[in-house]
């Protein structure tokens, strides 16, 4: 089970953010981060924990081990205000992914 | 860069079979993990399944008995069904490859109702 806290994070533009994700068990370091809007499917930010996909900005990072991660999105820009959810694919399925956070414009 | 479609019927009656597949173009679909992975209305992210383009499959247990991935390289495409369909899998389907999820296909909205 994947643990996102808190649910919704209300922040102003050029400010930080920092999301949690929780697991019920060891994933390694085999967790990932997803930002989705409305109408679009998720997109990789994160995998591996603290490695960016591709064309994701500097201002997204990744850390953590075991069962505590985070994710952090410094000096937010209007196109950050979306949805996040955390997924692991540790060794073996089923793969889960957390409930979400939602980060509104304070 | 590679790119997903899925497509197939948007509405299918309680107690059939949904039927789903999603295209690949823009690279292989060899050497790669492909998944299914779907969203209820207003709720979160569920994986379906994965298959590997050798063809081994991993379901969730939640699914298993009704669902079934398989995968036509030929055709660069990856299929999903799913058998006595409820009410409650009407969802966003999506397909997406690898284990950290990238890319994703758009998605569609398949509706269980009569």
């Known amino acids: 089970v994947l643990t996102q806290s808190p649910d919704t994070l209300s922040v102003s533009p050029g400010e930080s953010a920092t999301l949690s994700c929780r697991t019920s068990?060891?994933?390694?370091?085999?967790l990932a981060w997803y930002q989705q809007k409305p109408g679009q499917p998720p997109r990789l930010l994160i995998h591996?924990?603290?490695t960016r996909a591709t064309g994701i900005p500097a201002r997204f990072s990744g850390s953590g081990s075991g069962t505590e991660f985070t994710l952090s999105i410094s000096s937010l820009q209007s196109d950050d205000f979306a949805v996040y959810y955390c997924?692991?694919?540790?060794?073996?399925?089923?793969?889960?992914f957390g409930q979400g956070t939602r980060v509104e414009i304070k | 860069q590679v790119q997903l479609q899925e497509s197939g019927p948007g509405l299918v009656k309680p107690s059939e079979t949904l039927s789903l597949s999603c295209t690949v173009s823009?690279?292989?679909?060899?050497?790669?993990?492909w998944n299914w992975i779907r969203q209820s209305p207003g709720k979160g992210l569920e994986w379906i399944g994965y298959i590997y383009y050798d063809g081994n499959t991993k379901y969730n247990p939640s699914l298993v008995g009704r669902v079934t991935l398989s995968i036509d390289s030929s055709k660069n495409q990856v299929s999903l069904n799913l058998g006595s369909v409820i009410a409650a899998d009407t969802a966003v389907y999506y397909c997406?490859?690898?284990?950290?999820?990238?890319?994703w296909g758009q998605g569609i909205l398949v509706t269980v109702s009569s």
């Open positions: 997406a490859r690898g284990w950290a999820f990238d890319p």
């Open positions: 068990e060891s994933v390694g370091d085999n």
């Open positions: 997924q692991h694919y540790n060794n073996w399925p089923p793969w889960t």
């Open positions: 823009g690279g292989p679909i060899s050497g790669h993990y």
């Open positions: 591996g924990t603290s």
